[in-house]
Nanobody, 121 residues
């Protein structure tokens, strides 16, 4: 059974930073495309960043240069370092996983429960 558990969300001031983590289990983590998505109230879920098991990454234009996705295959953990947070960044952030060996273009198959990020002064 695949489990994705996010942590690290919270309240931060504009311009601040947060680091999200996603602990994965029940999946061949080192062979799986992982990602972060977010959903704000009244909006559709949108891609934030995705990463292959190697070094290939894909970012939404809105977060390029501010957010960095990374992974520790030895710890089965995915990260999202979020810097220079803006008022438009608040959302529930979800960790995602593909099935093993799928390309980065394939849609995610598994989702975490989400962690809330709030940006407010």
């Amino acid at each position: 059974q695949v489990q994705l558990v996010e942590s690290g969300g919270g309240l931060v001031q504009p311009g601040g930073s947060l680091r999200l983590s996603c602990a994965a289990s029940g999946i061949m983590f080192s062979r799986t495309v992982m990602g972060w998505y977010r959903q704000a109230p009244g909006k559709l879920r949108e891609l934030v960043a995705r990463m292959t098991s190697g070094v290939t990454t894909k970012y939404a234009d809105s977060v390029k240069g501010r957010f960095t996705i990374s992974r520790d295959n030895a710890k089965n953990t995915l990260y999202l370092q979020m810097n220079s947070l803006k008022p438009e960044d608040p959302a529930v952030y979800y960790c995602s996983a593909n099935r093993p060996y799928e390309p980065i273009s394939a849609p995610a198959s598994y989702w975490g429960q989400g962690t809330q990020v709030t940006v407010s002064s």
